[in-house]
T-cell receptor, first 112, second 112 residues
Framework: EDKVVQSPLSLVVHEGDTVTLNCSYE??????LLWYKQEKKAPTFLFML????IEKKSGRLSSILDKKELFSILNITATQTGDSAVYLC????????????FGQGTRLTINP | DSGVTQTPKHLITATGQRVTLRCSPR?????VYWYQQSLDQGLQFLIQ???????AKGNILERFSAQQFPDLHSELNLSSLELGDSALYFC???????????FGEGSRLTVL
């Protein structure tokens, strides 16, 4: 059975701290790994990773994939209260990368 | 605004009833994904369509069915509703060039 496991499930930090969110996976026919941010309603896309060891960056957020160890991390530096959200990891699998399996999410709370 | 439109936004109904949720993908996207998100749960993949054809199936109950029409909009039909079906139902469409999945705002279903 496909598994995408995120840790921690919940994290509370102070503004300005750096956080690392983890995502490990066990799926057949892996194609890519995606990170999403979910605030109130619809998840919004952050990154898609297909190759091991290549860091993707967007402002204070960065992510990297390790296809050998089957995990990815999402780093957020100099956190702000607006970073408070649920961060979702998803793995795309299958022929034509049709199916996306999501982890349960990490709820990040940034306190001022 | 992701460009994915879902209706209705909220729906309250009684056990045993049947409802239909509607989704219009982004202009140019041929695929539609349906996800269920219960309270404090991750996104559970239900089903995916591509250009009118079912392409991937997740943990979709037999009481649930979906289809994608020639104009590419999709409908998710939920019947014999139970209390446990109360959830946020997301539709998403996928940009196959970038791999990004764009989510609608969701339809919140409450079964009383």
């Amino acid at each position: 059975e496909d598994k995408v496991v995120q840790s921690p499930l919940s994290l509370v930090v102070h503004e300005g701290d750096t956080v690392t969110l983890n995502c490990s996976y066990e799926v057949t026919n892996f194609r890519s790994l995606l990170w999403y941010k979910q605030e109130k309603k619809a998840p919004t896309f952050l990154f898609m990773l297909t190759s091991s060891g290549i860091e993707k960056k967007s402002g204070r957020l960065s992510s990297i994939l390790d296809k050998k160890e089957l995990f990815s991390i999402l780093n957020i530096t100099a956190t702000q209260t607006g970073d408070s959200a649920v961060y979702l990891c998803a793995v795309s699998k299958g022929e034509g990368a049709q199916k996306l399996v999501f982890g349960q999410g990490t709820r990040l709370t940034i306190n001022p | 605004d992701s460009g994915v439109t879902q209706t209705p936004k909220h729906l309250i109904t009684a056990t045993g009833q049947r409802v239909t949720l509607r989704c219009s993908p982004r202009s140019g996207d041929l695929s539609v994904y349906w996800y269920q998100q219960s309270l404090d749960q991750g996104l559970q993949f239900l089903i995916q369509y591509y250009n009118g054809e079912e392409r991937a199936k997740g943990n979709i109950l037999e009481r649930f069915s979906a289809q994608q029409f020639p104009d590419l909009h999709s409908e998710l039909n939920l019947s014999s509703l139970e209390l446990g079906d109360s959830a946020l139902y997301f539709c998403a469409s996928r940009n196959w060039r970038t791999g990004e999945l764009f989510f609608g705002e969701g339809s919140r279903l409450t079964v009383l």
